[in-house]
């Protein structure tokens, strides 16, 4: 720990920590300042690339062919529209079909997991056991 020889001399000490303690809070202040700048010019340029984005969608010549597409299945006009419902029918159905498969395998699964589990526990309770044993009948073979 430093000495001392006067009370001014621990004063002025004092004084020239502060002094540094506020250059240094200027320096990451104006640093601060300059990172929040350049974060709120990239946020600006982020959102003026996504507006020319969806400007760039809306404009897009595909969205009403694929409006009119939309409608046309809808309505029934299409030709191949039927093919389609029917096609998307069939997923639906195997979907579901799917779906109550993994089911049932699944309530099966609850069912017998409390039973799985008193095998396993017994078969590593006996393995725990007669470890003894069956070492030195393996070790006896060898």
């Known amino acids: 720990m430093r000495r ?8 002025d000490h004092i004084i020239d920590g502060l002094a540094r303690l506020d250059q240094g809070q ?3 202040n104006s640093r601060l300042d300059k990172i929040n700048g350049s974060v709120k010019h990239l946020y600006e340029r ?13 404009n897009c010549p595909m969205n009403e062919k694929v409006d009119e597409l939309q409608r046309s299945l809808s309505e029934g006009d299409h030709p191949g ?4 419902r029917r096609q ?12 109550a498969g993994k089911q049932i395998s699944k309530q099966w699964l609850e069912h017998l997991r409390p ?3 008193f095998i396993v526990s017994g078969l590593l309770v006996l393995l725990l056991l007669h470890g003894n044993d069956l070492l030195k009948a393996l070790v006896g073979r060898g």
């Open 88 to 99: 998307l029918e069939e997923f639906n159905k195997m979907a579901e079909a799917s779906r």
């Open 26 to 28: 200027e320096g990451i």
């Open 46 to 58: 982020v959102e003026g690339a996504e507006k020319s984005v969806l400007e760039h969608q809306l």
């Open 81 to 84: 529209s039927m093919e389609v």
């Open 4 to 11: 001392f020889d006067s009370e001014s001399d621990f004063h």
């Open 115 to 117: 039973i799985i589990t």
